[in-house]
């Protein structure tokens, strides 16, 4: 079966501390692979997405990167946090067809 | 830009219809999306409209109207997990058909 795993759930992190989310779906090969974040009462916002290993596209300039080491691995890092990097971090799969897009359980990060 | 508007929160009483509303405006246009998220998970799929018309998926049904730049949520039979935040999101033309997520609207079910 097809599932996308997503951790940790949460996260507590000092200010200019590193960060590693990691992202892996299972069950289908070559897929196209999101991170998206959601500040507290705002939209669902997209920061990069991949189409393959090695490519990453960003759409939000920011404290953050993404890499896709692997085909169905996406890991969303930042070198240094910042007060405004808190927020709920969703990694989403392209599921195709009529189901649109598959969401990971997510990681609230708290960066204090 | 990209503009996409739904009020912030709706309440309704169990058992009862409610509709939630998504207008937008934006360059180029493939599809609206519905997604449910409840507090502190992730958003599930609800539908996904291309074409003008209404389609139903047992309690809930969507709507959309191309021409109008317009789309609601139907929610039929209200229950009270049914309480959840409720995005509407576009998947634009034009080569990328990444959804654009408006801010969600929170229904609020009560007995």
């Known amino acids: 079966s097809q599932t996308i795993h997503q951790w940790p759930a949460t996260l507590v992190q000092p200010v200019g501390s590193p960060l590693s989310l990691e992202c892996t779906v299972e069950g289908t090969s070559n897929p196209n692979l999101y991170w998206y974040r959601q500040a507290a009462g705002r939209g669902l916002q997209l920061l990069f997405y991949?189409?393959?290993?090695?490519?990453i596209s960003s759409e939000v300039p920011q404290n953050l990167s993404a890499s896709r080491p692997q085909d169905r691995q996406f890991i969303l890092s930042s070198k240094k946090l910042l007060l405004s990097d808190s927020g709920f971090y969703l990694c989403?799969?392209?599921?195709?067809?009529?189901?649109?897009?598959?969401f990971g359980s997510g990681t609230r990060l708290t960066v204090v | 830009g990209q503009n996409i508007d739904q009020p912030t929160e709706m309440t309704a009483t169990e058992g009862a219809i409610v509709q939630i509303n998504c207008t937008y405006q934006t360059s180029g246009f493939n599809g609206l999306f519905w997604y449910q998220q409840h507090a502190g998970e992730a958003p599930t799929f609800l539908s996904y409209?291309?074409?003008?018309g209404l389609e139903e998926k047992g309690r809930f049904s969507s709507f959309l109207s191309r021409s109008k730049g317009y789309s609601y949520l139907l929610l039929k039979e209200l229950q009270m997990k049914d309480s959840a935040s409720y995005l509407c999101?576009?998947?634009?033309?034009?080569?990328?058909?990444?959804?654009?997520f408006g801010r969600g609207t929170s229904l609020i079910v009560h007995p």
């Open positions: 989403a799969w392209e599921t195709g067809g009529d189901y649109g897009y598959t």
């Open positions: 991949s189409v393959g290993i090695g490519q």
């Open positions: 409209n291309v074409l003008d």
């Open positions: 999101a576009v998947s634009l033309s034009g080569g990328s058909y990444i959804p654009t």
